[in-house]
């Protein structure tokens, strides 16, 4: 198990472009979690999958941003029409959940760097 | 609902000690500390559970008071390898997410 991936790992786009990042999560994790960070502050979460399922969005999330979950195991992160604002780290992170409180610690990747010029 | 930690950032010798709060507004269920290096994916440390527990392993150790809703990670004999950032995350109860502080830089010099 080499833990989660994430691809590509730096992307440089200009204001306008489409963009899609990928994250292979760690195998069996049943739940994935996509955050964004900036420089000097913590992951901010975007949303989290339970298998193929997303079950929440940040309320802080545009609508030019969609995940995919197919069966299960890779996800992906679209954002569409990327403005400045969007250049961050965006982060993807697994667990493996049983039960219902959130008690199981989460396996980030290395992130992908998004610059939009 | 993001957790205030504090310090912002502490720079210790090696061997000093220090101590990192993690402060919520909100009823939390379990706090979860992390240490990010710079250019670096965050790195798990702990999780602590309402109930007011404390965990440790190594030199680093943590306590999580439920009444206060605030937790506290601490860093005894400090090495140079523990440089980083540490965030706390916390989670409600029946949440499914955390939510991150704004980090502490810590420093370590020889």
């Known amino acids: 198990d080499t833990g989660v991936s994430q691809d590509p790992r730096h992307k440089i786009t200009k204001r306008g472009q489409n963009v899609t990042f990928r994250c292979d999560p760690i195998?069996?994790?049943?739940?994935l979690y996509w955050y964004r960070q900036t420089l000097g502050q913590g992951p901010e979460f975007l949303t989290y999958f339970q298998n193929e399922a997303q079950l929440e969005k940040s309320r802080l999330l545009s609508d030019r941003f969609s995940a995919e979950r197919p069966k299960g195991s890779f996800s992906t992160l679209e954002i569409q029409r990327t403005e400045q604002g969007d250049s961050a780290m965006y982060l993807c992170?697994?667990?493996?959940?049983?039960?219902?409180?959130?008690?199981?610690?989460?396996?980030f990747g290395p992130g992908t760097r998004l610059t939009v010029t | 609902q993001q957790p205030v930690q504090s310090p912002q950032a502490v720079i210790l010798r090696e061997g000093e000690d220090a101590v990192i709060n993690c402060s919520s507004s909100k009823a939390l269920y379990s706090v979860h500390w992390y240490r990010q290096k710079h250019g670096e994916a965050p790195v798990f440390l702990m999780i602590?559970?309402?109930?007011?527990e404390q965990k440790g392993h190594d030199k680093i150790s943590a306590s999580f008071n439920e009444k206060k809703q605030q937790s506290s990670l601490y860093l005894t004999a400090s090495q140079l390898s523990y440089s980083g950032t540490y965030f706390c995350g916390t989670a409600q109860t029946g949440a499914n997410n955390l939510f991150f502080g704004t980090g502490t830089r810590l420093t370590v010099i020889p």
């Open positions: 992170a697994s667990s493996k959940v049983q039960g219902l409180q959130y008690t199981y610690e989460q396996y």
């Open positions: 602590l559970l309402k109930g007011g």
């Open positions: 195998s069996e994790h049943n739940r």
